[in-house]
Structure formats: C-alpha cells, structure tokens
C-alpha cells in the first residue's frame, strides 16, 4: 500500500480542489478512459469502441493506457481522466489511507482473476497444484491481485505456506520483486518455474514454445471484480445521463464478443490490437469466454465485493474492511441488463 501514501501525500491537500472540478467535461460528447493496462480482458469495451455502439449513443472516448492502477488513481483525482477502468482494490487501498471521498466504482467489466499461470514445457504435461511445492513463482506486484489472488489459492483451496523466500517452513516461494511489465520477459529468461500472465501474454509463450499455460486463477476463485470502472463521486453526480448511454453501449460490446464467431471477433478487435497476430487474438478471448472472465452481469454485487475484501485480507494488505455501499454505487449497471 506504500505506492498510494504517496499519491495521498500529494493530492489530499488539493483534493477538494480537484474533485470540485471533476462534473466539468472538456467536451459534452467525450469520455476520457484511463485504463490499468491494454489487454484482451477487457474486449467489450474494446468492440463498443470500435463496432462504432459508443458512437451511436453519441459518444466520444478517449482512451490511454496509464500502466498501472496507482497511474489510473491519480488520473482520476487531478481531472485527467473521467473513468478510470482499474482493479476495484485500489479504491480500498486509498480509502484504507485515509481518503473518505474517495472515487467510486459504478460497474465491473471482469468477474474473476483474468491472469493464467504458466509454467516450464518440460515440467508441466499432468499439472497439479500440489506441483507448486517447492516452487518459485513470478506472482506480479506486491499487492496486486494476481499475487494475492494466488496466494489466496494456494493458502486456503491448497493449505500451502507461501513466502517471499525460501525455507522456515515455506511450501512456495512467491515473487513480488519483478516490475509488472517484466514478469513475462523475467520467465522467459529464466527466473522463477512458473508465472502469473494475462492474455495475450500467456497465449504467446505456448505459441512460442517458452511456456505451457497450467491453469486458470479465474478457475479456482470466482465470482471477483476484478477490473471496473471508476469515478468520482462529482462525476457521477453530472453525468449521469452520459454514463447511462456508457453503459447501454458497454452492453451490446459484451453481447457481441459473447456470441460472435472467429471472424467477427477479429473485425471488432484487430483496429485495437493491430501488432498481434490473428491466432494470438482468437485464443485469448476464446480463454476468457471459457472461464467466464468477461461479467455477465456490471452490477457488482456485496458478496463479490467481500470476496475481494478477503483476498486482500489474507494477503496481509487491508487496514480495515471497507464498506460496499460506500465503494459502489450500482444504479447505472442496474438498469443495463445483460
């Protein structure tokens, strides 16, 4: 939690300031997205845009990807972002530091840990869990949800000890060291025997021959919000009819990619992954529709709320829990049903 003391540090003094001028659009028409990072996991959104279903509500979005959730947390605080499509934990997280009016999460595009564990070629033809004894795993940022996702896993389905070292009775060591946008690269090369990865990423090493996709984190732990979208509460409060047209073309985003065939799925996608190649594509969202990573519902509901509130729990991060009707307001998600 020590990278959101800093952005507190920073914004508190202004905060008022700020989010005072958050209700104020630069344009009626444009939403401005900040995003975790750009990812597969997220293709509804990415269909809406380019199926042209925001145009027809008379949308505008601008789109940039942050590079991380503390990024998109403190677009959203300074006005350079609207909404801001993040992991709900850091809602807690600046919450837990002290900042009670603190941005607000009005829906949920994933339902579950989108990330995939990958291992070895040579290791890994009957993968159980219990191969993870012993083992060092690459498991992303301290504080981020695949770490304590997987943690959570290992620790309460699998009864394993994790640590960030070896020994004193550690079954598998998990690795937080590796910068996000290194883990993969750090594999490849050689540290660690397995690592937590989202598509395309995961995808490419089969396809590559350096990795061997395991198992699925969204497999094991459902029913998480893990990606969703976030404002202020101002924000909320003056557009309420923009995100309502928001949210009616997030809806016929996720009703396409659901139902669409091959081609259909690279002719709404392709405009927003121009680099990766077809096959690459077809297999990372054809992985997210198996394991039910894209919400089938943006309502995100109290008990999905607590499980996250758990998971971040356990992994020895949370100060106290914070309450749903303070973090979530559901009445845009609600009138769009899926």
Same mark, same amino acid.
């Given at each position: 939690?020590?990278?959101?003391?800093?952005?507190?540090?920073?914004?508190?003094?202004?905060?008022?300031?700020?989010?005072?001028?958050?209700?104020?659009?630069?344009?009626?028409?444009?939403?401005?997205?900040?995003?975790?990072?750009?990812?597969?996991?997220?293709?509804?959104?990415?269909?809406?845009?380019?199926?042209?279903?925001?145009?027809?509500?008379?949308?505008?979005?601008?789109?940039?990807?942050?590079?991380?959730?503390?990024?998109?947390?403190?677009?959203?605080?300074?006005?350079?972002?609207?909404?801001?499509?993040?992991?709900?934990?850091?809602?807690?997280?600046?919450?837990?530091?002290?900042?009670?009016?603190?941005?607000?999460?009005?829906?949920?595009?994933?339902?579950?840990?989108?990330?995939?564990?990958?291992?070895?070629?040579?290791?890994?033809?009957?993968?159980?869990?219990?191969?993870?004894?012993?083992?060092?795993?690459?498991?992303?940022?301290?504080?981020?949800?695949?770490?304590?996702?997987?943690?959570?896993?290992?620790?309460?389905?699998?009864?394993?000890?994790?640590?960030?070292?070896?020994?004193?009775?550690?079954?598998? !060591? =998990?690795?937080? *060291?590796?910068?996000? /946008? $290194?883990?993969?690269?750090?594999?490849? +090369? %050689?540290?660690?025997?397995?690592?937590?990865?989202?598509?395309?990423?995961?995808?490419?090493?089969?396809?590559?021959?350096?990795?061997?996709?395991?198992?699925?984190?969204?497999?094991?732990?459902?029913?998480?919000?893990?990606?969703?979208?976030?404002?202020?509460?101002?924000?909320?409060?003056?557009?309420?009819?923009?995100?309502?047209?928001?949210?009616?073309?997030?809806?016929?985003?996720?009703?396409?990619?659901?139902?669409?065939?091959?081609?259909?799925?690279?002719?709404?996608?392709?405009?927003?992954?121009?680099?990766?190649?077809?096959?690459?594509?077809?297999?990372?969202?054809?992985?997210?529709?198996?394991?039910?990573?894209?919400?089938?519902?943006? !309502? =995100?509901?109290? *008990?999905?709320?607590? /499980? $996250?509130?758990?998971?971040?729990?356990? +992994? %020895?991060?949370?100060?106290?829990?914070?309450?749903?009707?303070?973090?979530?307001?559901?009445?845009?998600?609600?009138?769009?049903?899926?």
């Amino acid at each position: 939690m020590k990278k959101f003391s800093i952005l507190l540090a920073v914004f508190i003094c202004v905060c008022s300031v700020m989010l005072s001028a958050c209700g104020k659009d630069k344009d009626n028409n444009t939403i401005r997205i900040s995003e975790v990072t750009h990812s597969l996991f997220y293709a509804p959104m990415y269909v809406a845009i380019n199926n042209g279903y925001f145009s027809d509500e008379g949308l505008e979005i601008e789109l940039t990807n942050a590079g991380g959730s503390d990024t998109v947390m403190s677009s959203l605080i300074s006005n350079s972002a609207d909404v801001g499509l993040m992991g709900p934990e850091s809602v807690v997280y600046v919450r837990n530091n002290g900042m009670t009016n603190a941005p607000i999460i009005f829906a949920q595009l994933t339902a579950c840990d989108g990330s995939f564990l990958v291992g070895r070629t040579d290791e890994n033809e009957d993968f159980t869990w219990s191969d993870l004894k012993g083992k060092h795993i690459i498991a992303g940022r301290k504080g981020g949800m695949p770490a304590m996702t997987l943690q959570y896993i290992l620790e309460n389905n699998y009864g394993f000890t994790t640590g960030s070292e070896a020994g004193n009775g550690i079954d598998t !060591v =998990l690795d937080t *060291s590796i910068a996000f /946008n $290194l883990t993969a690269s750090s594999f490849v +090369a %050689g540290t660690g025997d397995y690592c937590t990865m989202f598509d395309p990423t995961a995808s490419q090493c089969e396809l590559d021959g350096t990795g061997v996709i395991v198992a699925a984190l969204g497999e094991e732990v459902s029913d998480v919000p893990y990606t969703c979208f976030v404002a202020t509460q101002n924000y909320l409060n003056n557009n309420s009819k923009k995100l309502d047209k928001f949210m009616s073309a997030l809806k016929k985003g996720y009703d396409y990619i659901i139902s669409a065939n091959d081609e259909q799925i690279l002719s709404a996608l392709k405009p927003s992954f121009s680099t990766t190649s077809d096959a690459l594509i077809l297999a990372s969202v054809k992985n997210y529709i198996r394991i039910g990573a894209y919400a089938d519902s943006f !309502v =995100l509901k109290e *008990s999905s709320w607590n /499980n $996250l509130l758990d998971i971040i729990d356990n +992994a %020895g991060e949370l100060t106290s829990r914070v309450a749903y009707n303070d973090a979530v307001n559901t009445s845009f998600a609600s009138k769009v049903q899926l």
